[in-house]
T-cell receptor
Framework: GENVEQHPSTLSVQEGDSAVIKCTYSDSASNYFPWYKQELGKGPQLIIDIRSNVGEKKDQRIAVTLNKTAKHFSLHITETQPEDSAVYFC??????????????FGKGTLLTVNP | GAVVSQHPSRVICKSGTSVKIECRSL??????MFWYRQFPKKSLMLMATSNEGSKATYEQGVEKDKFLINHASLTLSTLTVTSAHPEDSSFYICSARDLRTGSNEQFFGPGTRLTVL
């Protein structure tokens, strides 16, 4: 099955700096890669996702890059703010239609943005 | 965006009792729902997948008789933890997906904190 590795496990940055979180996956057939933000005591919220037919996607201060050859994808947050502090999870799945669709999550990265 | 709710948000129960957690899709019909378990400072572990109108598919190592899942309608799935024990204490999160849109996105609920005394 799919295996997703996520690094680093913790990341501390100063407000205004950039933060980068990296994930690798094992199944070359995986084709959908979402990123989730989870605040303490809450459920995960999708912040950005990318499909295997594109190499990069951006949404304001957040961007995701995908390297299918190397089987890794990264989350980039620019101009970080204290409210960006949370746990971030990457995930991967091999979507081939129908109901057979399971997300495999990385172990999470605790991001702390210091004012 | 689509909203998924869970009820209750927190529950404390005595060992040996059963607890039911509800997961509802508020503004879309969820043809597929997922139940996850999350331990403190850990990642989400998929417990089971349920499709409306059929039995849930459990992940390896998850006891189906202990964690009863019912996808009662296109907007409601329930997870019942039967004969709960302290080791069942955890954060339970559901997610929902609408197959008919063709979207890959899973919409997550806010989670339910279960504490078994």
């Amino acid at each position: 099955g799919e295996n997703v590795e996520q690094h680093p496990s913790t990341l501390s940055v100063q407000e205004g700096d950039s933060a980068v979180i990296k994930c690798t996956y094992s199944d070359s057939a995986s084709n959908y890669f979402p990123w989730y933000k989870q605040e303490l005591g809450k459920g995960p919220q999708l912040i950005i996702d990318i499909r295997s037919n594109v190499g990069e996607k951006k949404d304001q201060r957040i961007a995701v890059t995908l390297n299918k050859t190397a089987k890794h994808f990264s989350l980039h947050i620019t101009e970080t703010q204290p409210e960006d502090s949370a746990v971030y999870f990457c995930a991967a799945t091999k979507y081939s239609g129908g109901s057979n669709y399971k997300l495999t999550f990385g172990k999470g990265t605790l991001l702390t943005v210091n004012p | 965006g689509a909203v998924v709710s869970q009820h209750p948000s927190r529950v404390i129960c005595k060992s040996g009792t059963s607890v039911k957690i509800e997961c509802r899709s508020l503004d879309f019909q969820a043809t597929t729902m997922f139940w996850y378990r999350q331990f403190p400072k850990k990642s989400l572990m998929l417990m089971a997948t349920s499709n409306e109108g059929s039995k849930a598919t459990y992940e390896q190592g998850v006891e189906k008789d202990k964690f009863l899942i019912n996808h009662a309608s296109l907007t409601l799935s329930t997870l019942t933890v039967t004969s709960a024990h302290p080791e069942d204490s955890s954060f339970y999160i559901c997610s929902a997906r609408d197959l008919r849109t063709g979207s890959n996105e899973q919409f997550f609920g806010p989670g339910t904190r279960l504490t078994v005394l």
